[in-house]
């Protein structure tokens, strides 16, 4: 019968990296890319794990300074004798790897011109196989995994496959590949994928396959509290799969509709930011939970604070002081907000104020417009009718990109659901509001 064992699987650390933020953020907000990894190493310590797997960007480009090294170094030598096994991303491609201080014995990169297969053995017996191929630049381009089946022994033993992959079934500089085509080669438990920097579960039964995401977000494009997976796997080969979130610092975007209180709709700047404030203390209290099809645990770490997107919603008299001095009372809020929530035991830094508030609109009035009921309709089409949504994607031309959001410069914008959906729906809200402007 096979040995128990247990493993953390995590990608796309991006150590060296800082957060991208503007103003000088409170002490305790610095280095949480660090506080991250160190996360992950006293729980692989607590929980007495026999590897961690890294699928990826463990760093944020492979010419990192020597601190980063250090760094990373002392926390492999600090958990010895757990294992460490890492495949190289694209952030950091194996290239001429050299090193600068003594290799740790507990820590196994993959080659990057084969796959590789390393066996892990506890107590004499052998209790998996893990089987990897690193980038050696920073494009992969080819279906690497097929590589993988050679190396497969049906031998009963449990078999994890490392794979830095975009999951792109098209040409893609990050392994190409599809659900379909990783559940055909058989043999493998658990597919450790890296690259996509939100976690998510591609396949819950046998064989697993699961992105843990980012451990700490950098941007409001990895907002919310991410994490890695902690898997136990029982003498039948049986997977237990539990998601620890470990974000020291959390990027959240938080809406606020200032008329969900119709009785208190907020009539000065001191209003807003008193209903800011309160809503400050819904954000420290908050599970962050991601939803996963796995358990979660959101308890085992103390976040260091909140850096905070608020987006004013809603409908009032209000708006309109907003819209004529929008930067000034973003200044002013900002100033404020911070001097007072940034002392807080779980401080909150507000990064940015995005006023998307309208004016008190008569929908009644607008139903009788003809030309409104006119651009409703097209509103409607442009959501559910295929080739309006094409039409509309060519007429924005080249700043539409299939990248991630991670990837896109300031002039791209990701092609995604939520991101045309909500382009759509603010440019109805403007047409409302100028037709509002023009019955007056």
Known sequence: MAKKFSFIHAADIHLGDMLHVGGKLPKEFNNASYKAFENICDFAIKNKVDFILIAGDLFHNKGRSINVDKFFYEQCNRIAPIKIFIICGNHDPLEEKIEIFNKPSNLF??????????????????????????????????????????????????????????????????????????????????????????????????????????????????????????????????????????????????????????????????????????????????????????????????????????????????????????EDVISYLKESLNNKLCFLEVPIWTEDIDIQTKR????????????????????????????????IIKTFGRIWTNKTEEECDDLEISLNEDKYNEIIEKAFVLIKEKLLESSD
């Open 360 to 391: 008190i609109i008569d929908n009644e009035e607008l139903e009788k417009n003809s030309l409104y009921k006119e651009i409703k309709s097209v509103k409607e089409l442009c959501f559910a009718n295929d080739e309006y949504r094409k039409h």
């Open 109 to 326: 990169y993959f080659k990057g011109d084969i796959a590789e297969a390393k066996e892990v053995y506890n107590d004499g017996n052998l209790i998996c196989r893990i089987i990897g191929q690193s980038y050696i630049k920073k494009a992969e381009e080819k279906r690497i995994y097929i590589n993988y089946k050679s190396l497969i022994k049906e031998d009963g033993t449990y078999n994890i496959a490392l794979l830095h992959t975009q999951m792109d079934n098209v040409k893609s500089n990050y392994v190409p590949c599809s659900i379909v085509e990783l559940k055909e080669i058989k043999n493998i438990n658990y597919w450790a994928l890296g690259h996509i920097h939100k976690a998510s579960v591609l396949n819950e039964e046998s064989p697993f396959i699961g992105y843990p995401g980012i451990p700490q977000g950098y941007d409001f494009g990895e907002d919310n509290s991410g994490g890695f997976f902690y898997v136990q796997v029982d003498e039948n080969s049986y997977t237990s799969i539990k998601f620890i979130h470990c974000s020291p610092v959390i990027l959240k975007k938080v809406n606020i509709n200032i008329s969900q209180d119709k009785e208190n709709i907020p009539e000065t700047i001191d209003d807003l930011e008193e209903l800011i404030i309160k809503k400050s203390e819904e954000v420290i209290n908050s599970n962050d939970v991601l939803n996963l099809p796995v358990r979660e645990n959101h308890k085992e770490f103390t976040k260091k604070g909140y850096i905070v997107k608020w987006i004013l919603t809603g409908n009032g008299d209000i708006h309109n002081l907003l819209k004529l001095k929008e």
